[in-house]
């Protein structure tokens, strides 16, 4: 999801040869992107910096065995995730906002244009 959501945004990601990214590399895709096109006070950008510090701790040491996170801290950190994403979903169309631009000017919004980011 968060890969679509870079997409459908026109998120940033650095290049690498191999085409893969980690979760933490698209997540900060994301919330560079949105902090420029909605600003860094936009509740939505909070968000993501208020997911920022248990998001990273688990995305760079979820393969370390020596590492654990317990079921709650996974699932506080899935609950975090699924808030973010919930703002970006529309329950009238069923689909995630997508960046635009038409005749210059710049929209975050459903297809239905119900649901409206900027």
């Given at each position: 999801?968060l ?36 600003g ?8 993501l910096?208020?997911?920022d ?12 065995t ?6 709650q ?14 703002k970006?979903?529309?329950p ?27």
């Amino acid at each position: 999801m968060l890969q679509e959501l870079c997409e459908r945004l026109q998120a940033e990601v650095k290049y690498n040869r191999r085409n893969e990214f980690t979760l933490y590399e698209l997540y900060q895709a994301l919330r560079a992107r949105l902090k420029k096109k909605i600003g860094s006070d936009h509740f939505i950008v909070k968000l993501l910096n208020g997911f920022d510090t248990g998001f990273r701790n688990f995305s760079d040491h979820y393969k370390d065995t020596s590492t654990t996170f317990s079921s709650q801290e996974i699932l506080d950190i899935l609950n975090k995730w699924l808030e973010i994403e919930n703002k970006f979903y529309c329950p009238e169309c069923n689909r995630f906002v997508i960046y635009q631009k038409i005749n210059g000017v710049e929209t975050i919004l459903c297809p239905c244009g119900k649901l409206k980011i900027k």
